[in-house]
Nanobody
Framework: VQLVESGGGSVQPGGSLTLSCAAS????????MGWFRQAPGKEREFVAA????????YYSDSAKGRFAISKDIAKNTMSLQMNSLKPEDTAVYYC??????????????????????WGKGTLVTVSS
């Protein structure tokens, strides 16, 4: 299994970025995936998740209405479109994969939403 994030960078408040997670080593269309982030000095937190087929999504309160998660099954890529970025969105963003045998549903309430594999992260900095 390999998860490789890209698309991070520096942006001004109010700006937009799109993160991508290129996945390989497993059947991409069978499993739920998600985005998490970790700000300096803070614990990793959930941002958004998408189910096996990409047709059901779930967001943290801070991401709702500003971020959009999606899966491109043909390209084995998961994305996170981030709009109206704020300084408090500054963090390393991680791609997560739930490779457990649970029919590819989002495990709301589970520790780390059940994610079993992680990418190495991409840094997003929101600053003027």
């Amino acid at each position: 299994v390999q998860l490789v994030e890209s698309g991070g960078g520096s942006v001004q408040p109010g700006g937009s970025l799109t993160l991508s997670c290129a996945a390989s080593g497993f059947t991409f269309s069978n499993y739920a995936m998600g985005w998490f982030r970790q700000a300096p000095g803070k614990e990793r937190e959930f941002v958004a998740a998408v189910n096996w087929g990409g047709h059901y999504t779930y967001y943290s309160d801070s991401a709702k209405g500003r971020f959009a998660i999606s899966k491109d099954i043909a390209k084995n890529t998961m994305s996170l479109q981030m709009n109206s970025l704020k300084p408090e969105d500054t963090a390393v963003y991680y791609c997560g994969l739930d490779l457990s045998d649970n029919n590819g549903v989002i495990r709301v309430g589970a520790y780390d939403y059940g994610m079993t594999h992680w990418g190495k992260g991409t840094l997003v900095t929101v600053s003027s």
